[in-house]
């Protein structure tokens, strides 16, 4: 006997074999035990979910000799025939191939004739939104009043392509996505019952890859048992064959992404082409990658709509807070608009890798959503660059430091006889003096301390002692040093001959709030300025 594929062996054959559409289940289930059967019903909803397996179910039904609340008994010559295929009272049309006008009034000649047994003709078009304009036309008398014993059951994936005058004398059953729970549930069973060994994870991602269709996740664990026939079904072997991505890919795609790493993307992306990835299906799974992020940004209890380990929530969680929301939307924008385009793409690879460019530089993009992340890069580049102008400037500093305190350490101990009394304490006038010839001060100083002290306040704590206030805590604990203080106190003794105490406190901690500062413009009556080297 030939193979039979897993869809097929397994295809419901009463209601209460189906899966995930129970709101269609019991209504259907409640008008057959009422004998309240409609003339005409319209099954939409996306491929798998079970339309055509549900109007089989309900053609048995209705022609049952003994149903079951509301299930066909299976038994009855009846339900053996229309299993079968043979039955002359189940007609299956497939709309896609007889979308003519000729193939509607051979229908409407047809449901003339009463059935020969059983209580009524079933008539199950499939796809019927591919009818011609006058194919529904001719349809449009005969469904409208049709003989008692006629059931008319459409099926579509695109029910707006219905003409209104069709869908308002149908009853419409939309159909949902069937959840990754219910297909996972699904495959469990029925891998037991084919005695096949799989791993719980493995059998997730078969759910999650078909996307609500239980005939696709049916399809997709037929070709992996078939690819590792005899062998446990894992993780791995599913990736393999379905040439899907593991999510630690992700993480670190993301993570090289959002260092601007843009040779470390490329690697990873040649890696993916080397193990034989699919593109498409990598880049429908990086954006729901991405809209798990958004979703953990959004609110703390996300845990069951995200549907992932511990593990891997754990590590979402982390990255949610490493990226901003606005950088998060824009790449969800990014790998939305490429999956409308890579699907019938035919260099896929070009497309993934021009997208990862657009994420690592956001310059090259035009979007108004990307302005936020050039400005944030532009400021991280400063920052980094003003680091490393601080870094080299206080070596440069403690360099010449050092040697200046060499050179002056020989000359002390050459001149010890020879050294000059000390010179005397600084008066307040003393103090009021260094600050109206404050700029010439700066000027003989080094850089570095230019830079802290231009935007500092002076003081006057009285006892002929000079307050200097940051802006900054980094400021004052610069200007606090020992070497730098020295170096203040000997260009101050060079221009005043007085040896002044000097007082440093940042602007949020100041020990003198109570003393009045002086405004060095408003002292000398004239508008500083600074010469930079």
Known sequence: MSYMALYRKFRPSEFSEVRGQDHIVTTLKNQIKAERIGHAYLFCGTRGTGKTTIAKIFAKAVNCEHPVDGNPCGTCAACRSIAAGTSMNVIEIDAASNNGVDNIREIREEVAYSPTEGKYKVYIIDEVHMLSIGAFNALLKTLEEPPSYVIFILATTEVHKIPVTILSRCQRYDFRRITADVIADRLRELTEREGVQTEEKALRYIARAADGSMRDALSLLDQCIAFYLDQELTYEHVLDVLGAVDTEVYSRLLRLTLSQDLPGVMEQIEELVVQGREFSQFVTDFTWYLRNLLLLQTSDNMEDVLDVSAENLKRLREEARLIEPDTLMRYIRIFSELGGQIRYASQKRVLVEVAFIKLCRPAMETNTDVILDRIRILEQQFEESMAEIAAGGAYLYQNQTAQ????????????????????????????????????????????????????????????????????????????????????????????????MEILVACAGSDPHKEVGAIDIEQVIHTEIEYEDE
């Open 404 to 499: 200046m305190q060499n050179t002056a350490g020989k000359a002390m101990q050459q001149k010890e006889s020879e050294a000059p009394p000390p010179a005397p304490e600084a008066l307040p006038e003393d103090v009021r003096a260094v600050v109206k010839n404050w700029h010439n001060i700066l000027n003989r100083l080094h850089p570095l301390l230019r830079t802290y002290l231009k935007d500092a306040q002076l003081k006057d704590p009285g006892g002929g002692r000079l307050g200097i206030v940051t802006a900054t805590p980094t400021g004052e604990a610069f200007l606090k040093e020992e070497a730098h203080l020295r170096e203040i106190r000997n260009v101050i003794l060079q221009d005043t001959g007085k040896n």
